[in-house]
């Protein structure tokens, strides 16, 4: 059997200082990397003079992380991935930033993870690259001679190739992906993206099969809808914690309905635009005031990134205003956190609410829709209001679709949501709740993995 290699920018492999999983990412290929006996290979997240891997073997898993240089910092992660790719491949080109300085940096470390995890490689090792940080190590990889077979699953969208020629040496990035023998993409909606992208600017062809041919090169692109760890999240919602949780949400809503949603404090997230389209719920329904309040959880992200700073000053200001105008004597609309919880408590505040409203404004999947399904009470399920834009809506189509950057959509799928009787609540959950059990994370590995392998 061949050793699995993971590489990623983070490394949420379990360790001595943090020995809970990270997550359902982690629980997935913390188990593959434990039966093939693998290493998960990525930034240790500290900054500091990079010597060599630091190696890590804890519960039968291995990591090894490097530190980064502040320069390498500041212009791989903060600038090209942070500031150029993530924008540009949600859609959002007027925050993208176009600085030489990044790509060369971002180039660079790319150069440098290739330099420190070749020597670890063993001739039959599958290779599994994961998102836009690591875009060239494949190629970085076969420059140093690798033969072996090589992965790389993108975690975000791919975005539409009229966008993506903004990009200066767009070409050359594209060009790198062709060092890979398998490329997933979460949807259908990002592999046709890829196929444009290839077809117009590369001259390539797509064969029935799937596979793609480029100047003689012919590698496999795939969709595979990354999934949560069903089982073990549902276990997770009736932890001594998620009850205690529920009990919690419960006692504190005083018989008002509870809105949910849980987002890292990004602009891809739609986060300004929920708000209003809640603002525009409480506007226009005064005679529903008072019956409801969200709960917005968004624990700050990125923050050395001018954007996210700019994005949480701006919800900031617009949810004072919100609790200001329409708050009472005994009731906030809009409980507004900016700090995680543990994975049992949230399953405990989803359970406990009646809406889970998950709107990014383009999301590569959005696990929090997955998860919000899967911790809902089988007899009385909440509703899920998602956006059309998320990944997650093509196998969660069974939830309220809306369009995120419009506030009325928003405010009548909350109005229909509520009113929604327990039957139509139960025919819309039960096949999201199956797909959720179908394609869990553990069904997405294998998936990859299998064509990884050859299959
Ligand atoms: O899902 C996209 C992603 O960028 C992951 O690669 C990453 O681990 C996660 O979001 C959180 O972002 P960051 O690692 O920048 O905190």
Redesign the pocket.
């Known amino acids: 059997m061949s050793r699995l290699i993971v590489i ?3 490394v949420s492999a379990p360790t001595a200082d943090q020995p809970g999983a990270q997550g359902g990412l982690a629980v997935a290929l913390t188990a593959a990397l434990r039966e093939a006996d693998g290493i998960w290979f990525g930034w240790s997240g500290e900054t500091g003079e990079t010597v060599a891997p630091k190696f890590e073997t804890y519960d039968g898993v291995t990591s090894a992380t490097i530190d980064l240089p502040e320069q390498d910092v500041e212009e791989y992660y903060d600038g090209y991935a ?1 500031r150029t790719l993530w924008p540009l491949f949600h859609y959002r080109l007027g925050l993208t930033e176009f600085e030489r300085d990044f790509q060369g940096g971002y180039e660079r470390v790319n150069r440098l993870f290739g330099e420190f995890i070749g020597p670890h490689i063993l001739p039959d090792d599958l290779i599994w690259v994961h ?1 836009y940080h690591m875009i060239p190590l494949g190629w970085v990889l076969r420059q140093r001679g690798l033969t072996n077979r090589l992965g790389f699953f993108l ?2 969208p791919w975005p539409p190739t009229r966008l993506l020629t903004a990009l200066p040496d767009h070409r050359r990035l594209v060009e790198a992906l062709f060092a890979y023998d398998v490329i997933g993409f979460q949807t259908q909606e990002w592999l046709e993206t890829f196929h444009d992208y290839v077809v117009t600017q590369m001259g390539g062809s797509i064969h029935d099969d799937g596979s793609i041919t480029v100047g003689g090169r012919t590698i496999c692109a795939i969709a595979c809808p990354i999934g949560i760890d069903a089982r073990e999240f549902i276990a997770g919602a009736s932890s001594p914690q998620a009850v205690a949780t529920h009990r919690r949400m419960i006692e504190s809503s005083i018989g008002r309905s509870l809105i949910v949603g849980v987002d ?1 404090l990004d602009y891809s997230k739609g986060l300004e635009e929920r708000f209003n389209g809640y603002q525009r719920y409480l506007e226009t329904r005064p005679e529903a005031r008072a019956v409801v309040y969200l709960l917005q959880i968004a624990p700050p ?2 923050a050395s990134v001018q954007s996210y700073q700019d994005i949480r000053a701006q919800l900031d200001a617009l949810s004072g205003r919100i609790n200001g105008a329409f708050a009472d004597i005994d009731w906030v609309p809009l409980r507004y956190v900016n700090h995680g919880y543990p994975r049992d408590v949230l399953a405990g505040v989803y359970r406990a609410a009646r809406i889970g409203l998950v709107t990014p404004l383009r999301d ?1 999947m959005n696990l929090v829709a997955k998860e919000y399904v899967a911790a809902q009470d089988p007899e009385n399920p909440g509703v899920l209001i998602l956006s059309r834009f998320a990944g997650a809506a093509t196998q969660l189509d069974q939830a309220l679709l809306v369009n995120p950057y419009s506030p009325d959509d928003i405010a009548d799928a909350i109005e229909r949501a509520l009113a929604m009787s327990r039957e139509e609540r139960l025919a819309r959950w039960k096949p999201m709740f199956a797909n959720i059990c179908n394609e869990d994370v553990n069904w997405w590995r294998e998936q990859f993995t299998a064509r990884l392998g050859g299959a």
């Open positions: 990623s920018n983070r942070n998102d975690h975000i890292r992200s990125r590569g």
